[in-house]
């Protein structure tokens, strides 16, 4: 049994240019969620999908930010046109269509922007 | 809009001892859950437990109980017996109903370092 999976682990990148980070869920939730967690804070919604539909996106989620679930499996966050305020661990969650909600967390993806 | 509360900014706790995490929160929802992360220092969020709102019992999970006290809009989180290995970040979090549509996120604390001495 596998749990949430990101890819890559790390990313280092120069101020500008775009990044893509992938998540793939636990394979039967159909909910999948985006944080963004900064150094010494507890993580912050970004968008969250319910199957391949993205049903809430945070004001956090700026226009050089977007995410897709294109077939309801994996998402993939894209960042455009970087900023060393974007250096942060990018975490994703999935969660079953029943239960708690309790979200299952992936290991997450570190993003240094130079 | 739903906030969470956590004062302590690290605790320091004798190995076997006891140890309460304090969290509130704020919500104008009826209808509400809480949670309990734990964060060692590889990262990954680990779930501890979770408390409906109109669960009627204090949730437990084996070494963990949550202490929720609806009218003072409190969920503390209690271990038992504290091991070396429970050293980390924990994180209270809450979300809204989950009958409405865009209250699934969950919300977080700023967390509290907990380190367990020897």
């Known amino acids: 049994d596998t749990g949430v999976s990101q890819n890559p682990r790390h990313k280092i990148t120069k101020r500008g240019q775009n990044v893509t980070f992938r998540c793939d869920p636990i394979s039967e939730h159909n909910r999948l969620y985006w944080y963004r967690q900064t150094l010494g804070q507890g993580p912050e919604f970004l968008t969250y999908f319910q199957n391949e539909a993205q049903l809430e996106k945070s004001r956090l989620l700026s226009d050089r930010f977007s995410a897709e679930r294109p077939k309801g499996s994996f998402s993939t966050l894209e960042i455009q046109r970087t900023e060393q305020g974007d250096s942060a661990m990018y975490l994703c969650?999935?969660?079953?269509?029943?239960?708690?909600?309790?979200?299952?967390f992936g290991p997450g993806t570190r993003l240094t922007v130079l | 809009a739903q906030k969470i509360t956590q004062t302590q900014p690290g605790m320091f706790v004798q190995e076997k001892e006891a140890v309460t995490l304090d969290c509130t929160y704020d919500t104008s929802d009826q209808s509400y859950g809480l949670f309990w992360y734990k964060q060692p220092s590889s990262g990954e969020m680990i779930f501890l437990i979770y408390?409906?709102?109109?669960?009627?019992q204090n949730a437990t999970e084996g070494r963990y109980s949550l202490n929720f006290q609806k009218a003072r809009k409190s969920a503390n989180l209690v271990i038992s017996a504290s091991q070396l290995g429970d050293s980390a970040m924990y994180f209270c979090a809450m979300r809204g109903s989950r009958l409405i549509q865009g209250a699934q996120k969950l919300v977080f604390g700023q967390g509290t370092r907990l380190t367990i001495n020897p």
């Open positions: 969650a999935s969660s079953p269509p029943v239960g708690d909600n309790e979200q299952f």
């Open positions: 408390q409906g709102s109109y669960d009627e």
